[in-house]
């Protein structure tokens, strides 16, 4: 597979992308109907189908508004070309030797090493082809720009590879991997490489601690390393700050009163670690809102408090299910108000109501003491109200859609934050 990828990747900017679509049709074709005739077929034949398909969108949307770039296309497939599906960011659990339970920190380290290995090589083999392709056909295409979307790119396609599923890697990885660096690509934003390898470096290692913790999985990880290096570039260090926040203090109070709640039956599953599901349903308002944020800038301030709101409805939120399960009077539930059981999706406590309040309000004062606003008691008061109700938004859904079995607690979570983000800022419009 890599004898492939660098023979396409040397090929490509001499032959064009119309021949290299037939060449990968012909390549698909050969290989599907050989049978045994290859080895490694499988990998071969589904990607070399990823590869057909993008250039296919590529010559297709040439001629569109937002083209699909001949080096996006060869960068995507650098990424799932490069990549080890058996032994990379995985939980290693069919590693010979890291099965025993003396083992368990080797084995995590083993994985954490792998992740970290097969990035770099990613990051440098997608920045190669896109530049590669770049370079060859003169295109006007700065070289920051490559080097960010292939950093996007590369987590994104980490990440895709982490997450369980019955679809072949080498298909998910590189149409995930190229369909996100397309996104960012239209942006035509990007900062310095230096810049760029400082946030990935440090969003990572934040990451690998959560993992060491046992607080996260290497999706979650992954997915904070996305998170962070995207944050970071688009609206700054502080932003991503208050967005950990959320992720620690729900780290934290998973634990509280834990064996008490897992008596009961209403512990969170996995004791308590976090995965790539928990991290976007939860997070992905406050993404959209930080890169707009660096993309329109000339509507800072209700960017800057609907992110304010949506981090804090995720901070309510969590903080009212994980301390208010523990109250000892039984909740109710919040379409009622009839008597009901902990846990229950739809039930509220007043303990639980206050962990809310007091949940948002801490990320009021922190987003004061990092920098994000300049006015405490508005950033106290816009937070608290969104949070507050952005967290029983989601008692609300969680009472009627969720239950009904139209939306699922990842669904449910991401709506309420949403939601928590849009009452964030019409409060704020209200107020100025």
């Known amino acids: 597979m890599h004898i492939l990828y660098f023979l396409f990747i040397f090929i490509a900017p001499f032959t064009g992308i ?4 037939l060449l990968s049709i012909i390549l698909f074709l050969v290989l599907r109907f050989s049978g045994s005739s290859f080895s490694c077929n499988r990998d071969f034949i589904s990607l070399i189908f990823s590869l057909a398909l993008m250039l296919f969108v590529s010559i297709i949307s040439g001629s569109s508004s937002y083209p699909y770039p001949f080096y996006i296309v060869l960068a995507a497939f650098a990424v799932a070309a490069v990549g080890n599906h058996k032994t990379s960011f995985s939980e290693t659990d069919n590693v010979p030797g890291f099965n025993s339970r003396r083992s368990r920190i080797k084995k995590r380290s083993f994985s954490i090493l792998w992740s970290s290995a097969f990035l770099a090589l990613r990051i440098v083999a997608a920045f190669f082809a896109a530049s590669w392709i770049v370079y060859w056909q003169e295109l006007p295409v700065p070289y920051n720009l490559i080097f960010f979307i292939a950093v996007i790119g590369a987590v994104t396609g980490s990440l895709f590879e982490s997450i369980p599923s019955e679809i072949d890697k080498n298909i998910s990885v590189p149409l995930g991997s190229g369909m996100t660096m397309w996104i960012f690509e239209e942006f035509r934003y990007w900062v310095p490489p230096e810049k760029m390898v400082l946030a990935l470096v440090f969003s990572f290692f934040l990451g690998v601690l959560a993992y060491r913790a046992k607080i996260a999985d290497v999706s979650a990880l ?16 502080s932003w991503f700050l208050l967005l950990l926040t959320f992720f620690i203090l729900g780290g934290g109070f998973t634990k509280y009163k834990y064996a008490y709640k897992e008596s009961i039956g209403i512990a969170q599953a996995k004791d308590g670690i976090r995965s790539y599901e928990n991290v976007f349903s939860n997070s992905t308002a406050a993404l959209a809102l930080a890169i707009a944020y660096g993309v329109f800038p000339e509507h800072g301030l209700p960017i800057i408090y609907a992110y304010m709101g949506t981090v804090a409805t995720a901070t309510g939120d969590t903080l009212a299910s994980e301390i208010g399960t523990t109250a000892r009077g039984r909740p109710r539930m919040i379409t009622t108000l009839k008597l009901s059981e902990p846990g ?7 303990l639980g109501e206050l962990a809310a309040i007091f949940g948002s309000a801490i990320i009021g004062v922190l987003a004061y003491l990092l920098g994000i606003s300049d006015n405490l008691l508005l950033a106290v008061l816009i937070t608290t109200v969104g949070g507050f109700f952005g967290t029983n938004m989601d008692s609300f ?3 009627t859609l969720q239950k009904r079995g ?8 991401f709506v309420a934050t949403f939601a928590g983000a849009g009452i964030s800022a019409g409060l704020y419009f209200l107020i100025t």
Do not use: E, R
């Open 222 to 237: 992954l997915s904070a390393a996305l998170l962070g290096v995207l944050i970071i570039v688009f609206s700054g260090l």
């Open 344 to 350: 229950v999706d739809g039930a509220v406590s007043v």
């Open 397 to 399: 859904l969680g009472a």
């Open 18 to 21: 119309n021949f290299l679509f």
């Open 406 to 413: 139209l939306l699922s607690n990842s669904g449910v979570n």
